[in-house]
């Protein structure tokens, strides 16, 4: 059975291990769902539902269960409808990283899904479109500083979840009551943070792909201006800022690395000493460990490049009160670089060759003219001997 929010099918390294659903972004590749026994190592199930929510439930009534399948389960109150996404001894693993607080929290599995609990949950995800426009509008009339990002009914449509965004806290026990008698149903309220909105909205990034925070993240940390700073990226508010209007999260990717690499580097502060004269850090390309120094401090003048060792070696021969001769004790050769035959030709090659072709043709066009003047000045009878 299969819809616009819950499908099913299998593929990838392992069928039974990795499944293709509309929830991409928390797939988890159950890499011991091959294992023989695993299913019946424990009765602890992994369901998934609408958005980023996930919950571990006990199939008490021993249901065969597989990857895929549509399942009613236990609610508050009455039951939710959501897709299986892993089963065995795994899910263990994620209940203990969830932080589940007691075993309270984890509730049991009803049945797999009928046709008669497919028909109302297809008639709750009906209601969620308008329920989100006019709670939207019911907010504003209360004059409450939030946004309304999205709603997600129960499978029973006795209980609807509003996800919301606002920048300080917000006293909507007042929406609540409304919200109840309007909707008759149970009540929700889950902040959501403008990343969360990002990734739940979707879109591309200045990559080309399909934003990170849509398709696989599941958990934010927080990026500061600091990760930008190690990386020597340009601190531009617009460059830096994703779709969120915060700092992309692909900036902390790779902070470690450089961090790293910039361990091995000197001090931007260290002055090399040199017979030559005193050399001043101007730059540094941090992977590739290559330091550029100034011979004056306050503006480019003689840029030399040299790797960060034989800067560490000019730094140990000036705390021995050595300075050796030369900045430059060998220059680096430049490593081969792979040859992009997209990048060959410049693609104004077609300009130039056109206004090649355009001179050549005005070129040949004038000395055509040029001989035939000449020749008419050849062939014009004199003027002396018009009369005769």
């Known amino acids: 059975m299969e819809n616009n929010y819950i499908s099913g099918g299998g593929r990838g390294l392992c069928s039974k291990g990795w499944h293709a659903n509309h929830y991409t972004q928390l797939n988890v590749c159950d890499y011991m769902a091959d294992v023989p026994g695993n299913a019946e190592s ?140 309007v909707f008759h149903v149970r009540i929700e309220m889950k902040q959501i943070g403008a990343r969360q909105e990002a990734g739940r909205i979707g879109g591309f990034g200045p990559c080309g792909r399909e934003l990170c925070c849509s398709t696989w993240m599941n958990s934010f940390t927080s990026v500061g201006t600091a990760a930008a700073h190690f990386q020597n990226l340009s601190l531009n508010p617009q460059k830096l800022a994703g779709q969120c209007a915060k700092l992309k999260c692909c900036i902390n990717y790779e902070v470690d690395q450089y961090m790293e690499a910039g361990r091995k580097l000197p001090s931007r502060d260290t002055i090399l000493h040199t017979q030559e004269g005193d050399w001043y850090f101007f730059k540094a390309d941090i992977l590739s460990g290559m330091v550029s120094y100034s011979s004056d401090k306050h503006m480019a003048a003689n840029i030399t490049t040299i790797t960060a060792e034989r800067a560490q070696d000019i730094i140990e021969h000036n705390r021995q009160g050595e300075n050796p001769v030369a900045l430059a004790k060998d220059v680096p050769q430049e490593k081969p670089r792979h040859i992009d035959l997209a990048t060959q030709e410049d693609l104004g090659r077609f300009d130039a060759q056109l206004a090649a072709k355009k001179k050549k043709k005005k070129k040949k066009k004038n000395n055509g003219k040029g001989k035939n003047n000449d020749a008419s000045q050849h062939d014009a009878p004199a003027a002396g001997t018009a009369g005769e």
């Not at 109150?77 to 589940?100: C, E, R, Y």
């Not at 917000?170 to 409304?178: A, E, N, P």
């Open 42 to 181: 424990t009765d602890l199930v992994e369901v998934q539902f609408k958005n980023t929510r996930k919950g571990y439930y006990h199939n008490t009534n021993g249901l065969e269960l597989h990857k895929g399948d549509i399942v009613a389960v236990e609610g508050t109150p009455g039951h939710d409808i959501g897709i299986v996404t892993m089963t065995g001894s795994l899910v263990a693993l994620q209940v203990k990283k969830a932080n589940l607080r007691s075993e309270d929290d984890i509730k049991r599995i009803y049945r797999i899904a009928k046709e008669g609990d497919m028909e109302k949950y297809e008639q709750a995800k009906a209601r969620e479109h308008q329920t989100m426009i006019e709670s939207r509008q019911i907010a504003k009339d209360l004059g409450l500083e939030m946004k309304i990002g999205d709603v997600e009914y129960q499978g029973d449509g006795n209980k609807a979840i509003f996800y919301y965004i606002a920048d300080g806290r917000v006293d909507f026990r007042q929406l609540i009551k409304v919200l109840a008698e």
